[in-house]
């Protein structure tokens, strides 16, 4: 019964979650995480860019010693190291490809939606991410 609860919950946040702008609301990117060794990553598998926007950017803001720099941001891993802590997922960072900065973050899910902090020293910022299969 135990095992069962364990793989239940672990399956709550693997998948395919829509990250959603802060501040327009409207769909950033979906993020596809999955669990690899006892740990969590997500990936980048698309881009909901503006006409504005390249529909296929790099990371040229990412630090120049991340092996991430200057690579193509579809396909990238950006959630990186998750392990889950109680009714948390903690230890992880998360790549923010459009300013190039990486945070110490941890993820949660509140009802149907995941939660995402990130945190930058004292600071942090939390997004809500819906799962990609639940969105109209």
Known sequence: MALFYSTTSL???????TSIDDNSGEPRSVVE?????????????????????????VCDKCPDNDPRFKK???????LQGLIKDG???TGGHILDPENGKIYRCKIWIEGNNLKLRGY?????????????????
């Open 33 to 57: 995480i999955i669990e690899r060794n006892g740990k969590f990553f997500g990936k980048v598998i698309k881009i909901y860019s503006k006409p504005s926007e390249n529909p296929d950017p």
């Open 120 to 136: 930058w020293g004292p600071f942090f910022r939390t997004q809500t991410w819906q799962r990609e299969a639940a969105r109209p």
């Open 72 to 78: 193509k941001v579809i396909g990238m891993e950006i």
């Open 11 to 17: 399956s709550q946040i693997t998948g395919k979650w």
């Open 87 to 89: 009714g948390e997922f």
